[in-house]
Nanobody
């Protein structure tokens, strides 16, 4: 599975950005896709996840109510709509895939930088 993330950039606090992650190669027939982020000097953390069919979504408490994850099954693209952005959302965002049968996310995209200015 190859994952290509895009959509990062610079935005002012309170603004919005939309990240996209296109999957190619061995397609996921089932499992999860998700977004993680890593801020400078911090460990990578889970942001949001979605079941392959889109039937279930999961969010970290820090983004719940502000971020929305969605999946386009025809294109196998996972998006992360980020609203009401805060400076603490500044990080490199990574998309990841966890095929069914895997105990954890096993495939990772290259990351896209999101910078939120105050």
């Amino acid at each position: 599975v190859q994952l290509q993330a895009s959509g990062g950039g610079l935005v002012q606090a309170g603004g919005s950005l939309r990240l996209a992650c296109a999957a190619s190669g061995r397609t996921l027939s089932s499992g999860y896709m998700g977004w993680f982020r890593q801020a400078p000097g911090k460990e990578r953390e889970f942001v949001a996840g979605i079941f392959r069919t889109g039937s279930s979504t999961y969010y970290s408490d820090s983004v719940k109510g502000r971020f929305t994850i969605s999946i386009d099954n025809a294109k196998i693209t996972v998006s992360l709509q980020m609203n009401s952005l805060k400076p603490e959302d500044t990080a490199i965002y990574y998309c990841a895939a966890r095929p069914l049968g895997y105990s954890d996310y096993a495939f990772w995209g290259q990351g896209t930088l999101v910078t939120v200015s105050s």
